[in-house]
């Protein structure tokens, strides 16, 4: 059973950075994508951004293009969301997920098979 634990939220000011972390236990998340994806008060959840186990291939929804990066480092079981130049509207709870590669559509939330509790992102004007 894998398990997922989201760290790295806070209130920052428009502009500003934030680097969230995802840690996974239980079974290497080797065969697995894992995702990004957030969710704004009175909003559906939506994608941010996924990547393949070496990071060799990244998805990311266009809003955040240029300015967030995702990386996983395969020995810590990790998988992080650099922030940069964040915008009020990118204010919400951010999950991790992760689901199997064969068979995940990286953008679609429905096709992940395990989630993190979600941590708090509020960006200031």
């Known amino acids: 059973q894998v398990q997922l634990v989201e760290s790295g939220g806070g209130l920052v000011q428009a502009g500003g950075s934030l680097r969230l972390s995802c840690a996974a236990s239980?079974?290497?998340?080797?065969?697995?994508?894992v995702g990004w994806f957030r969710q704004a008060p009175g909003k559906e959840r939506e994608f941010v951004a996924a990547a393949s186990w070496n990071s060799a291939i990244t998805y990311y929804t266009d809003s955040v293009k240029g300015r967030f990066t995702i990386s996983r480092d395969g020995a810590e079981n990790t998988t992080n969301l650099q922030m940069r130049s964040l915008k009020p509207e990118d204010t919400a709870v951010y999950y991790c997920?992760?689901?199997?590669?064969?068979?995940?559509?990286?953008?679609?939330?429905?096709?992940?098979?395990?989630w993190g509790q979600g941590t708090q992102v509020t960006v200031s004007s």
């Open positions: 239980g079974p290497t998340l080797r065969e697995y994508v």
């Open positions: 997920a992760a689901g199997p590669a064969m068979v995940v559509q990286p953008t679609n939330p429905g096709t992940y098979d395990y």
